[in-house]
Nanobody, 124 residues
């Protein structure tokens, strides 16, 4: 497994922006498909975005499409999530996840390694 540590969460007003980071260690980062998930209180963990090994392919949940952007730096071994035009409904704990497989996935059970999460709170 790869070790993952998220950072960059915080409190922001609606319409604002945040950039989350996820630092990887322990295994070769470029070998993993990476993703962001989020979990709000009382709700199931939901898919936000994923990115291919070389960063050339991405997919987003409909709820964040056009507002969030996932990227990765395979030299620094860091995953990013740029979040713009934030809404109160984006409030959640955000997790990065790694998948050691050939194809991406949007279900949490398909990912092998998880970070501890970072809280994002959007006030109205």
């Amino acid at each position: 497994q790869v070790q993952l540590v998220e950072s960059g969460g915080g409190l922001v007003q609606a319409g604002g922006s945040l950039r989350l980071s996820c630092a990887a260690s322990g295994r070769t980062f470029v070998n993993f498909i990476m993703a962001w998930f989020r979990q709000a209180p009382g709700k199931e963990r939901e898919f936000v975005a994923h990115i291919s090994r070389n960063g050339g392919s991405t997919e987003y949940a409909d709820s964040v499409k056009g507002r969030f952007s996932i990227s990765r730096d395979n030299v620094k071994e860091v995953l990013y999530l740029q979040m713009d035009s934030l809404k109160p409904e984006d409030t959640a704990v955000y997790y990065c996840a790694a998948r050691a497989a050939l194809r991406p996935a949007t279900t949490a059970t398909a990912y092998n390694s998880w970070g501890q999460g970072t809280q994002v709170t959007v006030s109205s």
